[in-house]
């Protein structure tokens, strides 16, 4: 799985080929380490149709500000530059890999 930060989040995400899925999280967020080794799995599952990663938003604070991040974890999907996806919230395998799926390539 990737990590993003806000120097590399226009080339790393919005200009992607591949549609990206990024999970907003903190380190003091236990449902985010929740979700962690189900967006791993994705990330392995996915690879090479959907860039799977992360970026902690106190580490991040513009990034989360652009996107009006406020609930953790917050999944949202970046294709073509746009948002095209998002969930707040823990979820678990399944909900993941249906929100994950729908934006495969």
């Not at 380190?27 to 189900?38: G, K, L």
């Not at 392995?44 to 996107?67: C, E, K, M, Q, W």
Request: glycine residues 6%; aromatic residues 6%.
């Amino acid at each position: 799985m990737e990590s993003f930060t806000e120097n590399d989040w226009d080339e790393a995400v919005l200009r992607s080929r591949l549609p990206v899925a990024v999970a907003f999280s903190a380190e003091w967020c236990v449902p985010c380490a929740i979700m962690t080794p189900a967006l791993e799995w994705a990330s392995t599952h996915f690879r090479d149709r959907l860039r799977i990663g992360r970026i902690d938003v106190d580490a991040n604070p513009a990034v989360s500000a652009r996107y009006s991040v406020v609930g953790l974890p917050t999944v949202l999907v970046v294709d073509g530059g746009k948002e095209a996806g998002r969930r707040v919230g823990l979820m678990d395998s399944s909900a993941l890999v249906k929100l994950l799926a729908q934006h495969v390539k």
